[in-house]
């Protein structure tokens, strides 16, 4: 059974930072895609940020410059660095991972960004 744990939430003030990780394990397959997506209260989950195997990124407009997305294959564990965090970047953030031809997630971590 795939499972994606995530840590490293929490509450931070604005201007802080905060890096989260995500490790998968229960699978010996490949992982291909592995990505952040984030929900805030009242809001539709958006994509924050994918990487590929090879380490191709993808970012939203909104966190270009402030967040990095990184992985280590070795460990099947995706990270995110987030710094000149906002208001804004409140959300549950939830882990994704493609495997053997299924999409996976995590439960999420709660990340606040508050004075």
């Known amino acids: 059974q795939v499972q994606l744990v995530e840590s490293g939430g929490g509450l931070v003030q604005p201007g802080g930072s905060l890096r989260l990780s995500c490790a998968a394990s229960?699978?010996?397959?490949?992982?291909?895609?592995m990505g952040w997506y984030r929900q805030a209260p009242g809001k539709q989950r958006e994509l924050v940020a994918t990487?590929?195997?090879?380490?191709?990124?993808n970012y939203v407009l909104s966190v270009k410059g402030r967040f990095t997305i990184s992985r280590d294959n070795a460990k099947n564990t995706v990270y995110l660095q987030m710094n000149s965090l906002k208001p804004e970047d409140t959300a549950v953030y939830s882990c994704?991972?493609?495997?053997?031809?299924?999409?996976?997630w995590g439960q999420g971590t709660q990340v606040t960004v508050s004075s």
């Open positions: 994704n991972a493609f495997i053997a031809g299924h999409y996976y």
């Open positions: 229960g699978s010996s397959a490949t992982i291909y895609s």
């Open positions: 990487i590929t195997r090879g380490g191709t990124t």
